[in-house]
């Protein structure tokens, strides 16, 4: 049985009916017309009248507890259709006001969603567009914020972090098979990929990466922008090679400009190297650096440069100009035999100050050394000792030894030492070794023709000097002065010997002065009446005789005052001085010496004295 109204009522008390309660005259529906329904359960809910009314009841729940677990008790509107997918309202056991979900569709839908209903600042639930959310939820309104496979096309700006949970393709890419696909902004050269910024639009500081197609062949081109500047090919990637500096690296790494390389493992100061070229990390060269900026070159026979530090082969010590290689070196050969092998069809070697025209080369020819000395003025080639000139040779081809302008062929200022002999060519000359500055009047030659003396037109060494008497030769020892000597011999012959003479098989004596010879000694005393004056003969000579004696004795052996020894005949020269003092001398060492040949005119005219007596006596008889 069904109640109706036609107009208001007021119940004070409880109302119930089993059947349900109609009200009618309410306000037009968009859809169906609804009712105002009290269940059995003493449920009150609206509800749609018609073909498509709701199968289920929600409810509005004045008092009482909902059949929600999560509900303590309180309001809860709903649409009828479930206690919890569709609810607009309800009352949290806290006492807290809680939003649920709003559906346009029962269960999961794909349909657009045009509509969002939100709870404002202003405590009133109101319906916004899509676009309404996105601007009072700072959502961007090109964002895309469904998920699955996108397709966005035009330039799209984010103002924070940007999530993707699957790959994504910029510019185009379809092929998406990587977190991040990018195509080029055009297939011809200088397509652009990516594009980083130091600050937001700022062209000044940017990192761009770039393609350039040349042939049909593509390369990748890092570029950048620093303080306003170009930096291009800062590194390009072509089919395996790497250029620094270049735009078509020939090999895996080619670098166009100066290189800084960083040690392994920042390992240099033990030893390891900063730079490693070889096969398998193990038989190769390494480049190291050390404390005292030198570069060590350094050989790994099958070790690992990572944790040993090989065998040093060579070194180059920057601070100091120095360089050390261990092994030999070939320029133009790739099998050296010295240290230095340099082979080619005229090799040389060129040395040449910084900034000045001369320069030195020396080398090699068909059968001959080189060394040439070009565009020199003073000198050809020059040898020093710590900036001094030790020996020079001038563009006239004479050699000087301790001296800078040599004069002759060889110029040596100081001593010279042969271990053998000093051999000249077989020209004849007076001087072959000259000993001052005119070589052909002072020093020491070989010629033939000599008749003097004993040679017989055949050759002799000589020995030259100018025609000044006072000049000559000299032979001595270094500690002599030069008023003494051993022997000296001037220019018109005059000779003098310090000490003494052994002519044929005797020795000289160790008596100084002595001449002893193994056979006569020819020679006559000069007696020409014509080179005599006051001439008057010898008075009372038997007398005088008398008065000496002839003696046999033994000498007295003292070598160094005279050089006679056993039995001998003689006189005595204190007695010989007292009656012919001119036939006697006192030496240098205070002996005194006879002059025994000239005893014998005393004799001669004792012996006429005394024929003078026997005469005068034979006239008695």
Known sequence: MAIKFLNSINVTGSVSSSAGLTLSGLSAQNSEATALVVNGSNVVGTRELGSNAFTSTSYLAATGTAANSTLAGGLAVGTGRNNSANQIVRTQGNGYTEFGWINTTSGNTTATITDVYINTNDGYIRKATKSEFQSQMGIPTNAVLTTGAQ???????????????????????????????????????????????YAANNESYTLSLKQTVTSGVVRYNFSMVNGGTSYNDVLVLDRGNVGIGTASPLHKLEVNGDTAIAAINGASTSGKPMLFVGESNAYGVGFRWDSSLSLD?????????????????????????????????????TSPSQPLSVVSSYPQIRIQQSGQTPYFTFGSGTGFAVFDGVGTSGGLLDIRDD??????????????????????????????????????????????????????????????????????????????????????????????????????????GKLKINHSIGLGTVNPSATQGRIDASNDIVA?????????????????????????????????????????????IGVIAQEIEKVLPDVVTTRENGYKAVKYEKIVPLLIEAIKDLSKQVDGLKRLI
């Open 151 to 197: 397709t966005v096309a035009g330039i799209k700006t984010f103002s924070d972090d940007v999530k993707f949970s699957d790959n994504v393709g910029i510019n185009g890419a379809t092929s998406i098979d990587s977190p991040l696909d990018i195509a080029a902004s055009t297939t011809s050269t200088n397509g652009l990929y990516q594009k980083w910024y």
């Open 297 to 333: 070159i350094v050989d790994f026979d099958n070790t690992t440069p990572t944790t040993t530090s090989g065998t040093k082969i060579g070194h180059f010590k920057i601070r100091d100009e120095e360089f050390y290689w261990k092994g030999k070196v070939g320029i133009g050969t």
């Open 387 to 492: 900036g001094t000139s030790r020996m020079r040779i001038d563009n006239a081809g004479n050699v000087g030894i301790g001296n800078t302008a040599p004069a002759q062929k060889l110029d040596v200022a100081g001593n010279m030492v042969f271990s053998q002999r000093l051999i000249a060519n077989s020209n004849q000359y007076y001087v072959k070794l000259g000993v001052w500055s005119s070589a052909s009047t002072y020093g020491i030659g070989m010629t033939n023709g000599f008749t003097y003396g004993a040679l017989n037109n055949d050759y002799a060494m000589t020995f030259c000097m100018n025609s000044d008497s006072d000049r000559g030769f000299w032979w001595g020892y270094d500690g002599q002065s030069k008023s003494t000597g051993a022997m000296s011999l001037n220019m018109q």
């Open 524 to 568: 006559f005393s000069t007696s020409d009446i014509r080179l005599k004056d006051n001439i008057k003969t010898i008075d009372k000579a038997l007398d005088k005789v008398k008065k000496i004696q002839g003696v046999e004795f033994d000498w007295i052996e003292k070598e160094e005052v005279h050089g006679n020894s056993g039995h001998d």
